[in-house]
């Protein structure tokens, strides 16, 4: 048995396909479907079975994948641990956050950040929040910013802290006839053409039928957060979205809500009992000491 043989099996059962997981772990199909019946052979049962097109876990393929996945994570923490103590000088920090937070918030974060600390580099990219935690529990990524809490409590060995919240507001276009308002309640909102994001997006969603008391007409339904502030401006619609600076104020009326629609949460997570390195350590307490909730 080898780590190789741990990281397919890994693969295979979030894929669900031996060709996809061949292509993600850049090895030729026969060779991982090789591996996997070694492995099969040496526990002596059969760790995966065919359903329909998709492969799944068998019951003694879940059980094992539980340990190896633990395995693996101690493994590559560490790796990351002898990787810092080795480099005490390589100062970079892996960021992982979904495409809305790091489209505003994060890069105000960094900036700031780096005109303090100008040794520290950043590798940052975006994903989902399931993605984000996934990596964070396999030591791939430092820390990760995320905003929907449902994912939260299935990945325990995450410590995620709150740090920024956001006030949900009404967006409408400039000759719209509430532009002027400063304040309205959704009750007077039954007639109009709101725009949400589609029910397939990755982002959190918020319902506004259970304050409105009715079932709002949708306009439009597009699949981006980016997009919602140029659909209103064009007159598609209106809609609730947080309050952040990504709003085109030019374009669009921002105006408050009576019913307390609660805040948007951006939580920070890292892996608990995982090494901090020093500079990482710096940004956690940056972050921490700097936004407040």
Same mark, same amino acid.
């Given at each position: 048995?080898?780590?190789?043989?741990?990281?397919?099996?890994?693969?295979?059962?979030?894929?669900?396909?031996?060709?996809?997981?061949?292509?993600?772990?850049?090895?030729?199909?026969?060779?991982?479907?090789?591996?996997?019946?070694?492995?099969?052979?040496?526990?002596?049962?059969?760790?995966?079975?065919?359903?329909?097109?998709?492969?799944?876990?068998?019951?003694?393929?879940?059980?094992?994948?539980?340990?190896?996945?633990?395995?693996?994570?101690?493994?590559?923490?560490?790796?990351?641990?002898?990787?810092?103590?080795?480099?005490?000088?390589?100062?970079?920090?892996?960021?992982?956050?979904?495409?809305?937070?790091?489209?505003?918030?994060?890069?105000?974060?960094?900036?700031?950040?780096?005109?303090?600390?100008?040794?520290?580099?950043?590798?940052?990219?975006?994903?989902?929040?399931?993605?984000?935690?996934?990596?964070?529990?396999?030591?791939?990524?430092?820390?990760?910013?995320?905003?929907?809490?449902?994912?939260?409590?299935?990945?325990?060995?995450?410590?995620?802290? /709150?740090?920024?919240?956001?006030?949900? $507001?009404? #967006?409408?276009?400039? =000759?719209?006839? &509430?532009?002027? +308002? %400063?304040?309205?309640?959704?009750?007077?909102?039954?007639?109009?053409?709101?725009?949400?994001?589609?029910?397939?997006?990755?982002?959190?969603?918020?319902?506004?039928?259970?304050?409105?008391?009715?079932?709002?007409?949708?306009?439009?339904?597009?699949?981006?957060?980016?997009?919602?502030?140029?659909?209103?401006?064009?007159?598609?619609?209106?809609?609730?979205?947080?309050?952040? /600076?990504?709003?085109?104020?030019?374009? $669009?009326? #921002?105006?408050?809500? =009576?019913?307390? &629609?609660?805040? +948007? %949460?951006?939580?920070?997570?890292?892996?608990?009992?995982?090494?901090?390195?020093?500079?990482?350590?710096?940004?956690?307490?940056?972050?921490?000491?700097?936004?407040?909730?």
């Amino acid at each position: 048995m080898n780590l190789q043989q741990l990281e397919y099996l890994r693969k295979i059962a979030e894929t669900q396909n031996f060709t996809k997981a061949a292509e993600e772990c850049s090895v030729t199909q026969p060779a991982l479907s090789k591996a996997i019946s070694k492995l099969e052979d040496e526990l002596n049962t059969p760790l995966f079975k065919r359903n329909g097109r998709n492969i799944e876990l068998t019951t003694f393929g879940k059980v094992f994948l539980k340990h190896s996945n633990i395995a693996l994570t101690e493994i590559k923490k560490g790796i990351n641990e002898l990787q810092e103590m080795l480099n005490p000088n390589k100062s970079t920090i892996s960021i992982a956050s979904t495409h809305c937070i790091g489209s505003y918030f994060i890069p105000f974060l960094i900036g700031n950040f780096l005109n303090e600390h100008k040794d520290i580099k950043f590798e940052f990219c975006h994903k989902a929040t399931p993605e984000i935690l996934r990596d964070l529990q396999y030591g791939k990524i430092s820390l990760g910013f995320y905003d929907d809490p449902n994912y939260i409590n299935k990945f325990r060995e995450i410590k995620s802290v /709150p740090v920024s919240k956001e006030e949900y $507001v009404l #967006i409408v276009p400039k =000759k719209h006839p &509430l532009s002027d +308002k %400063t304040e309205v309640s959704l009750k007077t909102l039954k007639d109009e053409s709101f725009i949400v994001l589609n029910d397939s997006t990755k982002d959190n969603l918020l319902s506004y039928s259970e304050f409105i008391n009715h079932t709002t007409e949708i306009s439009v339904q597009p699949n981006e957060v980016s997009m919602l502030g140029g659909l209103v401006a064009a007159g598609a619609g209106i809609t609730i979205v947080p309050n952040t /600076p990504l709003i085109n104020t030019n374009a $669009v009326s #921002i105006i408050k809500i =009576k019913e307390d &629609l609660g805040y +948007k %949460t951006i939580y920070m997570g890292w892996l608990e009992d995982s090494y901090i390195s020093p500079h990482i350590d710096k940004f956690i307490n940056y972050v921490l000491e700097n936004q407040s909730i």
